[in-house]
């Protein structure tokens, strides 16, 4: 007797012998992400992850040989990028704009789901989670903010003393520390506000 | 037959009612940070604290219905108080005895007991303890942080257009942070460069 269990592995698996290797690999990469949003990070499975995609869980254990590869590499393929910050004139709206876009990768389906998945994974697991974060979050944005801060120093609205490790993270530690524990969402007004109140005063000379 | 079981519970009863109330409740909420701290949230059981603290488990759910209730009540009475920052004369330095404060609380057994708890328990849960921590360690901290500020402002090395909720967010913030991220275990050294290179020259005149 056919179940509807085999029948349906047996559709996945016609499917599967349709698509080339990486339509396949982004089919389960949206899945992983698709599970992580519904059932989390304990709750996610290969197999759950291999029916999402429509596919058998062989084509998922051959390219990622565990759960953890398998939703870091569907986490980091789909972080936004962070690309330059084009010069508006003054490190003020320079840094406004720069937030936005840190907001946009924080409050991004990945962005959520890596968050959700470092609070619930083991301490051992979670650090390679951190790296990511630090990797695909933060390091892109300190990269960006420190540009943006040296080109205020050159235009004369910043300091030259003011550029360090600890005031380029001023902004990530607000965002992340307000967002956790006054549950603030960052509206461009917040933004604003953290701009002309903490970072202005923080690096004007 | 007496078995050693019952010998023991017939011992820790024996030995409950010689003590007095706030005795024994003492000794419970002890035997609970100590659990918290071996066997962690997961790990503890009410009964595991009635061994602990030589008493019965009756004695325990008396005074607190529920394991979170117990574990609630031992963190809170735990945490080091915030009391006043004596005037050291200048901002910079009552914001580095300050800070030099916050570190304690936040790596105070109770404290990591805390933070573990939050990573250890379910997010309904959690959100309990989350309240802890903010009326805990964060709400007093920014209270002093507060009055740190106004006197920096009536002493004159503080800029009277300075005190807000963002600016007072910035040290809590960036303590829990590079704790996080960087795994900065703060060091009077990065306590002093936090004060010099980012609270200063925010709130200077």
Redesign the interface.
């Known amino acids: 007797m056919v179940t509807s269990h085999s029948a349906a592995a047996a559709r996945s698996q016609r499917a599967a012998s349709r698509r080339r290797g990486p339509v396949l690999e982004h089919a389960i990469l949206e899945a992983t992400l698709e599970q992580l949003s519904t059932v989390g990070w304990s709750g996610l499975t290969m197999e759950g992850v291999a029916v999402g995609a429509q596919t058998g869980k062989a084509a998922v254990y051959r390219r990622w040989p565990s759960k953890e590869d398998l939703v870091v590499e569907a986490l980091r393929s789909a972080l936004p990028t962070m690309d330059e910050v084009p010069d508006h004139g003054s490190v003020r709206e320079d840094l406004y704009q720069l937030c936005r876009r840190v907001r946009e990768a924080m409050y991004s389906k990945p962005g959520f789901a890596l968050r959700s998945v470092i609070?619930e994974c083991d301490?051992e697991t979670s650090e390679r989670f951190?790296g990511l974060?630090?990797s695909g979050v933060?390091e892109p944005s300190q990269r960006l903010l420190c540009e943006v801060v040296k080109r205020g120093v050159e235009r004369g609205d910043v300091r030259a003393d003011?550029p360090?490790e600890?005031?380029f993270?001023?902004i990530?530690?607000?965002m992340?520390?307000?967002s956790?524990?006054?549950g603030s969402e960052w509206t461009d007004g917040e933004i604003a506000?953290?701009v002309d109140?903490?970072m202005v005063?923080?690096l004007r000379p």
């Open positions: 609070h301490s951190q974060i630090l933060i003011a360090g600890l005031v993270d001023v990530p530690a607000m992340m520390y307000r956790k524990v006054c506000e953290m109140l903490v005063p923080l």
